[in-house]
């Protein structure tokens, strides 16, 4: 069977952007034939501060903040601000609203008398919390489903007990694995789980002190107000806590496995009450993008890649498979 070597980023980036933007818009961008839609070029420029800005912002906060600094780009962030009270407008006009059953749907619904509980979001914030979500589920699904076919084109055992897993699960009548037997996938589920341990869309979860902090009993205190990073990357590459770190081995995350994994030595999708939003919407956008790929197609690995890390994400530009067909 003929491979063909593909770069896996740009597919992979345009699909989890529609993915998004139907989820989130109750329409696609179409990324991929029509590359200059202008939500995805805002949604790809906004955070386009370089890594130096951002280290300088994180350094000196007080000092960015008197100087009017941004880790976002003013014009896409106007950009996508606008377009979200221009769709929501719409929305709102739309004769079929409720019934698409999305983000915007949701929060449309939030501001009716008989859901606002103790605070109603006005129109600008809805428009905010749909750039918010554009920003913070693109890039990360998209970054997390490439690292995943590069690291099962590493490591082709993983790779077939995936595809005997997906070739066991039950289908409905139109062939394709519904929500429940999805989650009980528990091979993709721990291979997902893996790959985001060696390879995090994030760097560092941050957090700033509420209230003064001693640190067990090392004496340290940690002052109100101080910013935290917890360098999460660094402890999921840990061979204390990960026995051969760079190796890709979903048996990790199996569950009979899982009690050996320490639960603060996996910081993927953050901890706490400000973890990920997103994350359950992320493992189902992962888990049917995975199946469907891996049902049709091998991946092979080419050569080690480079990724660009700055100081917070860690992204595959351009990252080439050998592809075939099954
Ligand atoms: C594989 C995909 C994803 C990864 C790896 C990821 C990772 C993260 C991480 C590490 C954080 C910070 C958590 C913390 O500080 O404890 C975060 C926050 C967030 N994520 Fe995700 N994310 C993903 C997908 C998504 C998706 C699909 C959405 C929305 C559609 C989303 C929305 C958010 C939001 C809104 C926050 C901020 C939460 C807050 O501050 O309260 N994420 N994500």
Not at 18 to 37: A, F, K, M
Not at 207 to 226: A, E, H, M, N, W
Not at 233 to 247: K, N
């Amino acid at each position: 069977m003929k491979l063909k070597v593909v770069n896996i980023r740009g597919f992979i980036g345009a699909l989890t952007l529609d993915i998004v933007c139907s989820c989130t818009l109750g329409q696609p961008v179409d990324n991929y034939d029509n590359p200059e839609n202008k939500i995805a070029e805002a949604t790809s420029r906004l955070f386009e501060a370089t890594p130096f800005k951002k280290g300088f912002m994180l350094a000196f906060p007080w000092v960015s903040r008197m100087l009017g600094l941004s880790e976002f780009s003013g014009a896409s962030a106007d950009f996508l601000n606008s377009a979200g009270l221009e769709l929501l407008k719409k929305r709102r006009n739309d004769p079929n609203r409720g019934k698409y059953n999305d983000f915007l749907d949701s929060l449309i619904a939030s501001q009716s008398e008989a859901n606002v509980k103790k605070y109603k979001l006005s129109d600008v914030e809805i428009a905010s919390q749909i750039s918010a979500f554009l920003l913070a589920g693109n890039d990360t699904t998209g970054s997390a489903v490439t690292y995943f076919l590069y690291n099962i084109g590493r490591n082709q055992k993983a790779q077939e007990k995936l595809y005997e897993e997906i070739m066991n699960t039950e289908v409905n009548s139109k062939g394709n694995i519904e929500y429940e037997p999805l989650f009980a996938m528990k091979y993709l589920d721990a291979a997902i789980t893996e790959s985001l341990r060696v390879f995090p869309a994030d760097y560092v979860n941050l957090r700033v002190g509420s209230q003064d902090y001693v640190l067990g009993d090392t004496g340290i205190t940690i002052p109100k107000g101080v910013t935290i990073w917890i360098p999460h990357y660094s402890i999921q590459h840990d061979p204390e806590l990960h026995p051969e770190p760079e190796q890709f081995r979903p048996e990790r995350f199996l569950p009979e496995n899982k009690d050996n994994v320490h639960p603060y030595s996996f910081f993927a999708f953050g901890h706490g009450p400000r973890n990920c939003v997103g994350m359950r919407f992320a493992h189902l956008a992962m888990k049917l993008t995975i199946v469907n790929l891996v049902k049709r197609f091998k991946f092979h690995f080419v050569n080690e890649q480079k990724f660009v890390k700055d100081h917070f994400s860690l992204s595959p530009v351009d990252l080439v498979l050998k592809v075939e067909q099954r």
